[in-house]
């Protein structure tokens, strides 16, 4: 009995990437654009979208920006057919650039700090999947300074190098009730940290039309010194001590291809695919200082997928101090049927997004966007719990960014 409990309450995703956790709001102009960049060079997040297009950004700058996220999963439990909804907070994903380089020079150095994967949720008090979940707080932050060379007027050329720190709070209820009739909890926090790179090549043959391809590779994310703790009775307290964990999970490669289209002076249009290389993620394994009987190291299946996301949009210049944007795209799921969870209750999206842009004086900047994202309804049988319901997913994310030029 102590073994399948642990065995439930385990098995699901500590460190929860999934493209459902992939926060794509590294920029609010390209935000407001379907997330679309890798063809254009807007402004400094293209340290993130295509290092390549930085070295043909005029002058240097500075930029701040932060999305306001809010997001609410209902879920139909297919047994019981009770509806519950998630409480989550608002989460503050954040995004810093700068880029710089002497005026004559054919390179430019960048910087870029910013939150690629993330989640808050919360579940109801009892609700039928809180041996599974009953709270899960994500935090991602990449590092990435950046070198981008400009070969001649048309093309340029850049890499960077990425640093990703992450942090988790997972919380969950455990079927045991302690002495004052309470339930027992089980607890995980820890850090982590991987490295890897990102590459771009941005082409120009003429003023109405760009094009861009970036590579950015897989991080494997590596949780050292975890810690698991468990609120039990003490008689149970030496089956599920509390201790140390590691785990480990590949945050996938991305490659992205784009174009860009001038078909008027005062009109853009831009357009992305990305191939985002999810096959990587064939398992998850936790490995703890201590094992029991009942707690022992587990390796969980997830087989996620190769999947894509393709993304359109455009912006309309009204003036010298105002621009109008928007967009749309797609995002396939990584997520095979039988393996969605409570923690990642991923499907299909469509993303709608808009999103305006001032200039108040020639060396200052403010870009607002705002997205509506709609996940297509998912119903699914979990293999491993066998946990049955249908979900339901919307988040809504304004942000916006301050740009100094200088």
Known sequence: MKKLLIGICMLSPVWLFAQGFQVNLQGQKQQ????????????????????????????NSVSAGVSLTSGSTAFRDGNSQQQYHTISPISTPFTGYG??????????????????????ITYPNGWSGRYTITELKLL?????????????????????????????ELSRD???????????????TGT???????????????DKLSFGISYRSEVKMKLNNGTATFNVPPSLATSFPSGGFSASIPLPQVLTVGVGVKPTEKLLLTFDANFIGW???????????QNTSSLKDTESPRNYKNTYALRLGGQYTLSDKFQVRAGINFEKTPIKDGYVTPEVPDADRLNYTAGIGY???????????FSYINFMKRTDTNIETN????????????????????
């Open 32 to 59: 407001a654009m379907g997330a679309a960049g890798v063809a254009t060079n807007l402004d400094a997040a293209s340290v993130f979208y295509n290092p390549g297009s930085v070295s043909h950004l005029e002058g």
């Open 99 to 120: 880029v710089w380089g002497p005026k004559d020079s054919k390179f430019k150095f960048g910087m870029g700090i910013y939150t690629p994967f993330g989640s808050t």
């Open 140 to 168: 991602s932050v990449f590092f990435q300074p950046t070198v981008s060379y400009k070969i001649n007027d048309k093309l340029g050329i850049g890499a960077g190098f990425v640093y990703g720190y992450g942090h988790i």
């Open 174 to 188: 455990l079927p045991i009730a302690n002495s004052n009739g309470q339930t027992s909890t089980a607890n995980l």
């Open 192 to 206: 982590a940290g991987g490295m890897g790179y990102n590459l771009g090549v941005y082409y120009k043959p003429s």
């Open 279 to 289: 096959s990587s993620y064939k398992s998850l394994a936790f490995d703890y200082d």
């Open 359 to 369: 200039k108040p004086i020639d060396k200052l900047s403010i870009d607002a966007s």
């Open 387 to 406: 946990m049955s319901g249908t979900y339901k997913t919307r988040i809504l994310v304004p942000g916006l960014s301050l740009t100094y030029n200088f």
